[in-house]
Structure formats: C-alpha cells, structure tokens
C-alpha cells in the first residue's frame, strides 16, 4: 500500500496533515516533507498530524515524525498527533515518544473504546 497525503487549515489556523497508509522506509520522507512545505508557505499556530488513517509505521517513520517535529519547533509551531490509529499510537506508547506528540488517545472509528474490545 502506497501513501497518501491530505493537507488541510482549519477554523482556528491550525495546519492538519492527515496521512493514509503506510509510512516506512520508501514513504517516510512525505511525512517530513508535507511539515517543510507547511512551514515554507507560513507559520500556522499548530500542526496537526492526523495520523487516524495510518494503518503502518516503522522505526524510519517514527524517525520522520520527530524530525517533523523538531522542524516546527525551530519555527516556533507545535507539532502534535491527532487521532492515531492503535497501531500508531502503541508504537508512539512502546518507543516513549507519545508524550512528545502531545499524548493523544487512540482513535476508535465511531465506537468507545469498550465496544472496541473483544466481546465489547
């Protein structure tokens, strides 16, 4: 499965960039280069990475993700994660770096989380 990258602004200035499918050694660098762009045209109040559609992401993703990160610090712009999926969200829980990205909750598609268990 390839990549696939929607920016959008939203109501309060905010950036977001929702990314869909995985992100990994061939795909990693969009990540990194959907915040240069984003701070190459302005300095929004927030980037979001709304990472609810990522169904993968390894070590080198999570590597452009801080480097996204440091990116928009430098700028003065707070980077954080929105919406992860469960997969993104353990492996931000597992490295230790959930904290830097805000400490989102992992998104469950129009359900709570109980009915997301099994037999829920």
């Keep these: 499965m390839s ?3 929607v920016k959008s602004t939203l109501s309060d200035g905010t950036v977001e960039i929702a990314p869909r499918g995985e992100i990994d050694v061939d795909t990693a660098y969009e990540v990194r280069e959907a915040v240069a762009e984003v701070l190459a045209k302005g300095t929004p109040p927030r980037i979001a ?22 990116t928009a610090e430098v ?16 492996q931000l829980w597992v490295t230790g770096l959930l904290g830097l990205f ?10 709570t989380p109980e009915a997301q268990l099994p037999g829920g």
Excluded: C, K, W
């Design 49 to 70: 990475l709304n990472m609810r559609l990522v169904t993968f992401i390894d070590s080198v993703g999570i590597s452009a993700m801080v480097a996204g990160f440091q």
């Design 3 to 5: 990549l696939s990258i």
């Design 75 to 90: 700028s003065n712009v707070r980077l954080v994660v929105t919406e992860p999926s469960r997969f993104v969200h353990r």
């Design 102 to 111: 805000g400490a989102p909750e992992p998104y469950f598609s129009g359900a």
